[in-house]
């Protein structure tokens, strides 16, 4: 399961609110971010070139390259601070041009949470880091929220976004072929958030943890490929597979302990058509709620009701947790097996368990 594909994202580290963030990057086509160490805060606001490189020592320099075509910028190393959003008063960050590179290397970008709470817009529309270009690659950086806004009051709506139309704003393109690799997302309401993406999106090495209701650590769309990825499911779903139209996803998620003092119930949704999906403890502890359980064949909305026809069909699933499965009767023609308890209540679903 190694794909040979360029790669489009390379270790972003969301670090999202210890405190507070609002909303998160839009991720079209080639875009990648590599968490690196803290340095001392700067910005000298020089700029100057090696051989086709342009450094910059400034937010404001970052900004106005961001939406620049062509170019190829390294930023000095220091720590940053954000203290205004964009004209628009919507955006933070705007990575409108194409092919460009930006090599981060030592960077840290820390924005107050104050600046995320006067963001304006309808739903959204907000967003700390928006990108909308092609062929953009950001290495190297470290993005952080700073304030006082307690945790999960009010949460970034997700680390790493997908829009199907790159944000609502056409003609912009459809986001695709995005690639996640060795990415962190701390404190998110979504984590890696890629169901409406186009194309083909892969997802290596990550962490999702603390996803806030109602949200979830993963949401992925058709023929996603993920592997060595892990996260918790302390405040909301570890995966979150809604839409029944996605289908041939192929998923390796590990389960992790989180103390919790949330309501969430389930650790999975999953809808869709021949996805295979295994969810493994390597500790083999039930988790400290022992009824969260996966679900096949449930569509989720915030009031809980169902909406359209979901199904789950065809699935392939291997549960390596202790926590049970429930095979609802929007399932079908689904192989299950669990090392967890199983309830079936679907048609032609076909159960094995896994030795304890």
């Avoid at 390294?74 to 955006?91: E, K, Q, S």
């Avoid at 304030?147 to 912009?172: F, Q, T, V």
């Avoid at 869709?272 to 969810?279: F, L, P, S, V, W």
Wanted: proline share 5%.
């Amino acid at each position: 399961m190694r794909p040979t594909k360029y790669l489009v994202l390379l270790g972003l580290l969301a670090l999202a609110p210890h405190t507070r963030g609002d909303d998160a990057p839009i991720v079209t086509h080639a875009t990648a971010i590599v968490a690196g160490p803290d340095a001392t805060a700067g910005g000298t606001g020089s700029t100057g070139t090696n051989t086709a490189e342009t450094v910059i020592g400034s937010i404001e320099e970052l900004r106005r390259f961001a939406g620049e075509n062509g170019k190829r910028v390294r930023m000095l190393p220091g720590a940053y601070t954000v203290t205004n959003a964009l004209p628009d008063n919507a955006t933070v960050f705007a990575f409108s041009g194409s092919s460009n590179h930006f090599d981060l290397g030592g960077v840290t970008i820390r924005i107050d949470t104050s600046v995320l709470a006067q963001l304006a817009g309808r739903m959204h529309a907000p967003c700390a880091y928006r990108v909308t270009g092609h062929h953009v690659t950001l290495a190297g950086g470290t993005f952080e929220d700073i304030g006082d806004a307690p945790p999960h009051a009010s949460l970034a709506e997700d680390g790493i976004r997908a829009y199907s139309d790159g944000g609502r704003n056409k003609p912009y393109p459809r986001t695709g072929d995005i690639t996640i690799i060795n990415c962190t997302v701390r404190r998110m309401r979504g984590g890696i958030s890629l169901a409406t993406a186009s194309g083909k999106c892969i997802v290596n090495g990550c962490t999702v943890v603390e996803s806030g209701h109602p949200g979830h650590g993963y949401s992925l769309g058709s023929k996603a490929l993920v592997w060595d990825c892990k996260g918790d499911a302390a405040y909301a779903p570890l995966l979150h597979m809604s839409d029944s139209k996605k289908r041939d996803a192929e998923i390796e998620l590990e389960l992790l302990d989180a103390a919790s003092d949330g309501d969430n119930e389930v650790l999975a949704r999953i809808n869709g058509k021949d996805h295979r999906i295994t969810i493994a403890k390597p500790d083999g502890k039930p988790l400290e709620n022992d009824e969260m359980q996966i679900v096949c064949g449930e569509v989720y909305r915030p009031d809980g009701e169902r909406a359209g026809q979901a199904f789950a069909r065809d699935i392939q699933l291997v549960n390596e947790t202790e926590q049970p499965v429930f095979l609802s009767d929007l399932s079908a023609d689904c192989t299950v097996r669990s090392r967890g308890p199983v309830r079936d209540k679907g048609h032609g679903n076909t159960v094995k368990r896994l030795p304890r």
